[in-house]
């Protein structure tokens, strides 16, 4: 497949970026795992989940924003070179895809609380002011948003995997 590749893995992120990117990998997970407990509880049963989910929502949605500019702001370790153009790619198509979905699934989750009378509902505590599920557009899309996210978080941590095999080197350096 490929000639030997050989990285500079010395060269690392920046500690913020580090930090943020640590924390947000930890809240997808917590975020994807308390979404997915929300869908089948009854609206009565789920006040307390709903607020730490949209606590942990907004916070995960402005470490992106804050990631989001440390990214373009920042100096930043040249992209890995995995021996196949191919695959390099693919590796910064999937990064910033990342990207992109975790700004969307900030945007749409705060559309979710302001459409689906979450926010109201939780301010006044006032269950009746939710919507049906089937009446939140946006959170249709969130839903969708965070499956794709998740599948992008996997693909990542596959690539690095796969890098760790094909390269024999350990590209979690830059990121520790």
């Known amino acids: 497949m490929a000639h030997s590749v050989h990285n500079d893995l010395s060269d690392k992120f920046s ?5 943020i990117h640590w924390l947000t990998a930890l ?27 949209a606590s942990l929502g907004t916070l995960f949605f402005l470490l992106t924003i804050i990631r989001s500019i440390l990214f373009f702001k920042s100096r930043r370790p040249a992209d890995l070179k995995t021996g196949s ?54 959170l249709k899309a969130h839903t969708v948003l965070s499956f794709l996210t998740i599948g992008l978080v996997v ?5 690095v995997i796969k890098h760790f095999i094909l390269t024999k080197e350990n590209t979690l350096k830059r990121i520790f």
């Open 155 to 159: 693909l990542h941590i596959v690539g």
């Open 27 to 53: 809240l997808i997970l917590v975020l994807f795992v308390t979404g997915l407990s929300l869908k089948g509880l009854e609206v009565g049963g789920k006040i307390d989940l709903l607020k730490f989910h």
């Open 85 to 138: 153009r191919f695959n390099d790619i693919l590796a910064v198509w999937i990064h910033n895809v990342l990207y992109v979905l975790m700004l969307l699934l900030g945007i749409s989750g705060i559309a979710t609380m302001i459409i689906g009378g979450y926010g109201d509902a939780l301010q006044t505590g006032d269950l009746s002011l939710i919507k049906p599920r089937e009446d939140i557009a946006s």
């Open 15 to 19: 500690k913020g970026i580090i930090v």
